[in-house]
T-cell receptor, first 114, second 110 residues
Framework: EAGVAQSPRYKIIEKRQSVAFWCNPI?????LYWYQQILGQGPKLLIQ????????DSQLPKDRFSAERLKGVDSTLKIQPAKLEDSAVYLC????????????FGEGSRLTVL | QQPVQSPQAVILREGEDAVINCSSS?????VHWYRQKHGEAPVFLMI?????EQKGHEKISASFNEKKQQSSLYLTASQLSYSGTYFC???????????FGKGTKLSVKP
């Protein structure tokens, strides 16, 4: 079974530039999550989708971050414009059902903002 | 409300035991445990549900005290492969959103 795919694995940008991350969840997983993990901290939920609908985006800085999951499968997370404090690993995860089970994480996209 | 994990770090010799604690100020529906090795994605260990249902993983077990809103992860006869950062994630049950603690870094030495 293929795991959660993310790209790019690494990205370095200047502040005020934009960046986009892509995630393809495990086939059949209806729930998709984007987490931000700053070095030395636990993952912080940014947004959660159930199929192509948003379940929770309360922690998403909507002035600069956006995410979509148009066909209920893969998803894109965009940051525009980036700030220094956005430097982090962006983890995508998926699960079969909305919340009683295991999250499957991708390897993450490491963003460095200079 | 982010759960609080303790200790922040622990160093063990192979074969020793460890306990990692996770506590929340809010009522919990479930507690999830993940392990993350350096530079890798978090990997699921187990989930503990309100009402006592539990799933386990190898020689690692856990308890969930609903009244105290606490969970403990028990690692027995630790192996080198147990090294990593352990995160608890708590779920208040409303939308099923996991909030992770800051993690406990476990180092197992030969």
């Amino acid at each position: 079974e293929a795991g959660v795919a993310q790209s790019p694995r690494y990205k370095i940008i200047e502040k005020r530039q934009s960046v986009a991350f892509w995630c393809n969840p495990i086939s059949g997983h209806a729930t998709l999550y984007w987490y931000q993990q700053i070095l030395g901290q636990g993952p912080k939920l940014l947004i959660q989708f159930q199929n192509n609908g948003v379940v929770d985006d309360s922690q998403l800085p909507k002035d600069r971050f956006s995410a979509e999951r148009l066909k209920g499968v893969d998803s894109t997370l965009k940051i525009q414009p980036a700030k220094l404090e956005d430097s982090a690993v962006y983890l995508c995860a998926s699960s079969l059902v909305l919340y009683t089970g295991e999250l499957f994480f991708g390897e993450g996209s490491r963003l460095t903002v200079l | 409300q982010q759960p609080v994990q303790s200790p922040q770090a622990v160093i063990l010799r192979e074969g020793e035991d460890a306990v990692i604690n996770c506590s929340s100020s809010k009522a919990l529906y479930s507690v999830h445990w993940y392990r993350q090795k350096h530079g890798e994605a978090p990997v699921f260990l187990m989930i503990l549900l309100k009402g006592g249902e539990q799933k386990g993983h190898e020689k690692i077990s856990a308890s969930f005290n609903e009244k105290k809103q606490q969970s403990s992860l028990y690692l027995t006869a630790s192996q080198l492969s147990y090294s990593g950062t352990y995160f608890c994630g708590t779920d208040g049950g409303s939308q099923g959103n996991l909030i992770f603690g800051k993690g406990t870094k476990l180092s197992v030495k030969p």
